[in-house]
């Protein structure tokens, strides 16, 4: 397989094949995001892509997950996206699913009809970024993505048989939007009911231009924020994560039933005394 660096995927993903369809991101105007920052946008050639599917058919016969990098894939027009859903179909007889990422604005851009055809082909999770619920939160940090849209974007694809595993960033409201942040992501993701959800840490990456003013979190303020988020959710389904590096507390659990021995773990944790109460604590190794 050949890929141009960076190459990034979804934890989930570890054992998945991976083919790099696009690179960098359509949008890449987060300000909240430093993964494509070096990267312009573009879309690798039909043939190339194509070419190798046709030779990783000879490597990988018994492939049963793919991962079609890099962001946003769903954003492809939708005959290249179905034409490679094909080719993957054909070349892998045992394929379960094909998983990328995606956007509301990139799920709403595709007729029902269309989202038909690329579940019948295999299309199976989509990795959409909510970040936050606060329209005021998304615009401050430059995503151009409408929450209405976002939350109307899952449903319709859960709807269609599409499982969305749904993104937030803990801490993006800084000190000033906290409340707003915590009210309207808790609000946003009720109605989207996702299949998947994890939190991860917002912690300022070297590089990025933060909003004028945007003073951070601390790493108590941090995990209050999200039991505070917990404690508000009224989900069905949902498998939950917020095990990633940048968290302070790890955690995993299904929702609704394991609301409540969450929300308790994180009140032991913020009665502990060790967590930082002036800045962010120990910083990830990424950083």
């Known amino acids: 397989m050949r890929y141009e660096e960076p190459l990034f995927r979804p934890p989930a993903e570890a054992e998945s094949l991976i083919f790099q369809v696009a690179f960098g991101c359509p949008h890449n105007r987060c300000r909240f995001c430093g993964m494509y920052k070096t990267v312009k946008y573009r879309l690798r050639p039909e043939a190339e892509v194509l070419a190798e599917i046709a030779e990783a058919e000879e490597e990988y016969p018994e492939t049963r997950r793919i991962f079609l990098a890099d962001g946003d894939v769903m954003a492809l027009p939708f005959d290249r996206l179905k034409t490679y859903l094909e080719a993957l179909n054909a070349a892998f007889p045992r394929l379960c699913r094909i998983n990328v990422y995606a956007n509301g604005s990139s799920i709403g851009g595709k007729r029902v009809a269309q989202l038909e055809m690329l579940r019948k082909l295999k299309l199976h999770t989509l990795y959409m970024g909510l970040e936050s619920g606060s329209q005021e939160v998304l615009d401050l940090f430059g995503k151009t993505e409408r929450v209405d849209e976002m939350i109307a974007a899952s449903v319709t694809a859960q ?4 499982r969305c ?3 937030i960033l803990i801490g993006l409201g800084g000190k000033t939007l906290r409340e707003e942040h915590i009210r309207q992501t ?23 231009a933060l909003p004028e003013g945007f003073s951070p979190v601390t790493e108590y303020q941090a995990v209050e924020e999200l039991r505070e988020i917990i404690s ?20 995993a659990g299904r929702l609704p039933q394991d609301r409540e021995a969450l929300c308790g773990e994180l009140s032991r944790q913020l009665a502990s005394g060790a967590l930082d109460r002036r800045g962010p604590g120990d910083v990830p190794l990424f950083l």
């Open 186 to 208: 808790a609000s946003a993701l009720n109605r989207m009911q996702p299949a998947l959800l994890s939190a991860l840490r917002f912690i300022p990456v070297p590089g990025l």
């Open 159 to 162: 709807k269609l048989g599409f």
């Open 232 to 251: 508000r959710l009224e989900l069905n389904h949902t498998v939950f994560r917020a095990n990633h590096t940048s968290n302070p507390v790890p955690l």
């Open 165 to 167: 595993s749904v993104m």
